[in-house]
Structure formats: structure tokens, C-alpha cells
């Protein structure tokens, strides 16, 4: 089938509104549903951190196998079915959950694999596929989604559940809703490769040579497709992987007690919960970055700027008790985790090649989400037992400010000659 305009744009919509819907709501949605119900069910911090950390767990951990069915049954299959995954979830969160224990087995694993195999993975997989010279900016679209999302989420949430009198089951049931139609716009509009539709990368003519690969000479783009086993062998996977801690662990203990502290230190809900706008708000000014330069200055050099922001916000946010520093809090965790996030899915596809993508992304999700779950589940135990969350705080600010020092000084991957060889001996066997 072909067709005579290029797809790649109607897919990132697609996407888009899949991660809008699959990606924000629950993420940052559950923020302030969370905070409802642990005041209705009477829930301690301890449960509130276990609960965000199984989430985070799910949202990482479960990767590899994701990226494995993805790569055997395609990106829309995957999307499909953890969008309605995600819906059974929320429909049971918004029934019969009465308890810390079911709210950890059901918002933990079972909203967590939703939103994990419905999410990010699968869609930035299809779009490594569909573009390569406007990779970054096609990864900041998509992503995107989530900072807008996120904004409208955290606002929706409150407001609605202020319309029923406090019923925080009421969200879960917009979820619901709101998964079903994420798994019918998969299913009717993504597409898997360009080749699908007798198209090429970024609608380029089949004329244009491999220096359309390349926008820039100061974006470093490999022209090598890795093995995922190569990728595993080299030590600049585990260098980024570490650079990401501090952001990932940070994130999660923001998102599960940012709220909470906040109203600890004097704030009304309705401030806390409208500076966590603010700061989702402002997740978008970090992927406008990438897309603006992502394809001119390599990513690695954003992606420092990113996490080192995002240090001085948990710095901020230990004693944000004014106007000014609740904006200062909320504008450098946004701009730091959005431009963050987006540059570290930009330089591992620019770095490895879309081949090995989904499993790269699949291990690199298990490594990040399990230190952040980690991350909050410690907060909320220091909390209790120190009545402070200052100690974890700093700690990640100082994971962040370290991996900020060395993205400046991280080189590229090379293959090895040996590697080449052995890359197109298989070509040539196949």
C-alpha cells in the first residue's frame, strides 16, 4: 500500500493522544487523587510512598518483556492492550478498593503495567521508526503530551472531585473512560514502519542519499544498526543510566509526596495542587528545548542543563513556603524532568540506532524506574521515621548535580571494527 503523503505526522497525533490520555492522567491525575484518599481511608505515608513505588516498579521493571512484545506482535498491539489494561485498572480503583493493600496491588501493578505497556516504550519506538534527521523533534511532540496533559490532569482532578463532595473514585472513573477511547485510536490509526506504506523515514524521496540522515554535524546520529547485545557491552548504556537517577528518583518522590509536604509546611490543597500544575505546566518548556535545538546541539549537552535544574528544585522545594519559591520549585522540576526525560530518550536512539530501541528503552525503563521507586519509598520511611523528608531530598539533588557533570564529558559510542564485521557477516547470512 502506498500512499502519496507522509504518515508520520497523523501517527505522532495518534500518539500524542495516546500519551495524553495513557501516560499523564494516571501519572500525575493520581497525584491528587492519591491525596484524597489517603485522607479518606486514613492511609500513613509509609502506604502512600509503598503504593507510588510498586507504580513505579510497574512502569519499569515489566520493560524488557514489553519491549519483546513489541518487537514480535508491532507497536499498535501493544498499545491496544495496555490501554485496556489500564482501564480495568482505573474501573477497579474506582470499586472496590477500600484499603492500603488493594490500593497497592491494584494502583501498583495493575495501573502501573497499564500505563507502562500503553505508554511511552512502544510509542517512541514507532517513532525512532518513522523519523531519524527529525528524530528529536518528533520525540518532544509526542512527549509533549504529557507535560499538557499533566497541566490538565492535575486541575481536572481537583475540580472534579471537589464537584462530588471529596470522591476521589469519581477520577478513577474518568480514567476508565478515558483508556477506552486511548485503545480505539491505536487501533484504528497507528501504523508500524514507513516501508508499511511504501514510505521512507521523515517522507523523504528513495533518491536522497545518507546524508539526509544527518541534520547537523553537531548531533551526533550513529549510522550503525547495534545489536542489543553490543549495546549492553558498552559502558556509555551505564554512564547515561546513572546520569538518570537523580531526575527518576527525584521524580517519583515528587509525584508521591510534593503534595503532601507542601501542605505540611502551611499550603492549602488548592495551592499545592496548583503549583503541581505549574510544574507539569512546565515540563513542556524543557521538551520545547529539545525541539527546538535537539536536532542542532546533541541532546547530551540539553540533557545536562536539564537534570542540573532539576536539583536546584528539590533544593527549592524543601522549605517552598512562598509565592516565589513554590514557582521556582515547580518551573525547575518541570523544565528540568521534561527536557530530562526527552533528551535521554534522544540520545539513546541517536546513539544505538531504532533497531535495538525498544529493548534498549526496555532495560533502560527497568534500571531508571527501579532506583525512582526506591526513591519514594525511602522518602516516605524517613518521613516516618524522622518526621522530615529533607535527607531524601538532598540526596537526590546531589545525584543530579553529579549527573549533570558527567553528561558534559561523556563521549559517543563507537562500534568496534570487530563489531562492523561481525554486524554485516549476519547481514550478509540473513
Known amino acids: 500500500m502506498r500512499t502519496s503523503t507522509f504518515y508520520g ?26 491525596a484524597y484518599m489517603v485522607n479518606d481511608l ?29 518487537n514480535r506482535y508491532g507497536v499498535r498491539a501493544t498499545l491496544v ?13 474506582a470499586t472496590f ?34 523519523f531519524v534527521r527529525r528524530r528529536a523533534l518528533a520525540i518532544a511532540i509526542i512527549l509533549s503530551a504529557g507535560g499538557i496533559g499533566g497541566f490538565v490532569a492535575a486541575r481536572t482532578m481537583n475540580s472534579l472531585i471537589a464537584s462530588f463532595d471529596g470522591n476521589w473514585r469519581a477520577g478513577w472513573w474518568l480514567i476508565a473512560g478515558m483508556a477506552l477511547f486511548a485503545a480505539t485510536v491505536a487501533a484504528l490509526f497507528v501504523r508500524e514502519k514507513p516501508a508499511d506504506l511504501g514510505q521512507l523515514p521523515d517522507g523523504r524521496n528513495a533518491d536522497e542519499g545518507a546524508g539526509a540522515r544527518r541534520k547537523s554535524v553537531h548531533v551526533h546520529i550513529t549510522n550503525e544498526e547495534w545489536t542489543f547485545a553490543e549495546v549492553l557491552r558498552t559502558p556509555t548504556l551505564w554512564l547515561l543510566l546513572f546520569c538518570s537517577l537523580g531526575m527518576s528518583g527525584g521524580f517519583t518522590q515528587v509525584m ?9 509546611l502551611g499550603n492549602s490543597a488548592e495551592v499545592a495542587a496548583g503549583s ?29 542543563i536539564s537534570v542540573g535544574f532539576f536539583g536546584i528544585g528539590m533544593l527549592v522545594l524543601l522549605d517552598a513556603t512562598t ?24 540520545v539513546l536512539s541517536n546513539y544505538f540506532g531504532s533497531k535495538a530501541y525498544a529493548s534498549v528503552i526496555g532495560v533502560t525503563l527497568a534500571v531508571q524506574t527501579t532506583a525512582g521507586a526506591l526513591g519514594s519509598f ?45 554486524g554485516i557477516a549476519a547481514q550478509a547470512g540473513s
Open 9 to 34: 505526522w497523523k501517527l505522532l497525533a495518534a500518539f500524542w493522544v495516546i500519551l495524553f490520555i495513557n501516560l499523564a492522567f494516571p501519572a500525575y491525575g493520581s497525584s491528587v487523587i492519591n
Open 42 to 70: 486514613a492511609l500513613d505515608r509509609r502506604t502512600l510512598g509503598l503504593m507510588v513505588s510498586v507504580y513505579m516498579l510497574m512502569t519499569g521493571l515489566p520493560a524488557p518483556l514489553v519491549a519483546m512484545f513489541v
Open 81 to 93: 492492550l495496555g490501554s485496556t489494561i489500564l482501564m480495568l485498572g482505573a474501573v477497579s480503583m
Open 97 to 130: 478498593v477500600d484499603t492500603g493493600a488493594e490500593a497497592v496491588a491494584v494502583f501498583g501493578f495493575i495501573v502501573g503495567f497499564g500505563v507502562m505497556s500503553g505508554g511511552a516504550l512502544a510509542a517512541q519506538t514507532g517513532t525512532a521508526f518513522w
Open 256 to 264: 508521591a509526596h510534593a503534595v503532601v509536604h507542601l501542605q505540611d
Open 276 to 304: 503541581f500544575a505549574v510544574l507539569v505546566a512546565s515540563t513542556l518548556l524543557g521538551k520545547l528545548m529539545l525541539g527546538v535545538f535537539g536536532d542542532r546541539i546533541d541532546p547530551r549537552y540539553l540533557w545536562a
Open 323 to 346: 509565592a516565589f519559591s513554590l514557582n521556582v520549585f515547580a518551573v525547575c522540576i518541570g523544565l528540568g524532568f521534561g527536557g530530562g526525560l526527552v533528551c535521554m530518550m534522544t
Open 378 to 422: 525511602v522518602a516516605g520511611d524517613l518521613y516516618e521515621r524522622l518526621g522530615s523528608y529533607t535527607g531524601a531530598f538532598i540526596g537526590m539533588a546531589v545525584l543530579c548535580f553529579a549527573g549533570s557533570l558527567l553528561l558534559l564529558v561523556i563521549r559517543p559510542p563507537m562500534r568496534t571494527q570487530r563489531q562492523v564485521a561481525g
